[in-house]
């Protein structure tokens, strides 16, 4: 079955160290994001893809970095410099050009400081 | 930018009941989707119903249903027959319909949705 797997699904983050979210689509979908979920905030978005090797700033970039290498796959690496990484994590992906297909998720990764 | 704003951080609803959850979205754009998402304990986001801002009909999804009023800027979600199922937070959402753009999600805040048996 299509869908999108991201891993690990519970995730603990030492002070100062880098740690890396994995999201993987067989979707043949195009545009990847990557939204947070804090409480009483909803999803926000951090950052976005439309094409391979090619990606944007979405409202909350700062401590984050992504890479998009391959269309499938659109890793998220907290940085150190995120102060607050504390959140669920949630990849989504869609079909890119306007058309009213919805955005499919993951089933998200808990991310936690030690 | 655009906005969207859900009111009631809380809702509960007897089973067999009917309940409506509100939403209201600023946008200076004429053409735009808007979508209903469902999340459960379990955390997945699972879409529950979607509308083009061109189209004045409502949609509907079997239980589900929209009150779409694009003057009003309003998209409330009209959940018929609740079952204990339907119990989860629900999230409204805006996507943009500009061509070329990036089609991100913007969400509300969520309503949690209780249903008492």
């Known amino acids: 079955d299509g869908g999108i797997t991201q891993s690990p699904k519970y995730l603990f983050r030492k002070e100062g160290q880098n740690v890396t979210l994995s999201c993987e689509q067989n979707?043949?979908?195009?545009?990847m994001y990557w939204y947070r979920q804090d409480p009483g905030q909803g999803l926000r978005l951090i950052y976005y893809?439309?094409?391979?090797?090619?990606?944007q700033k979405g409202d909350i970039a700062e401590g984050y970095s992504v890479s998009r290498e391959k269309k499938e796959s659109f890793p998220l690496t907290v940085t150190s410099a995120q102060k607050n990484p504390t959140a669920f994590y949630l990849c989504?992906?869609?079909?890119?050009?306007?058309?009213?297909?919805?955005?499919?998720f993951g089933d998200g990764t808990r991310l936690s400081i030690l | 930018a655009q906005t969207v704003t859900q009111s009631q951080p809380e809702m509960s609803v007897q089973e067999a009941e009917t309940v409506t959850l509100s939403c209201t979205y600023d946008?200076?754009?004429?053409?735009?989707?808007l979508f209903w998402y469902k999340q459960p304990p379990s955390r997945q986001m699972i879409l529950v119903i979607r509308?083009?801002?061109?189209?004045?009909q409502n949609a509907t999804e079997n239980r589900f249903s929209v009150n779409f009023q694009k003057a009003a800027k309003s998209f409330s979600l009209k959940i018929s027959d609740s079952q204990l199922g339907d119990a989860a937070m629900y999230f409204c959402?805006?996507?943009?319909?500009?061509?070329?753009?990036?089609?991100?999600?913007?969400f509300g805040k969520g309503t949690k949705l209780t249903v008492n048996p």
């Open positions: 989504a992906s869609t079909s890119w050009g306007g058309s009213n297909q919805p955005q499919h």
């Open positions: 979707l043949n979908h195009d545009a």
């Open positions: 893809s439309q094409i391979v090797n090619d990606f």
């Open positions: 946008t200076s754009e004429s053409d735009y989707y």
């Open positions: 509308q083009e801002a061109y189209k004045q």
């Open positions: 959402a805006y996507r943009s319909a500009v061509q070329g753009g990036s089609e991100k999600l913007v």
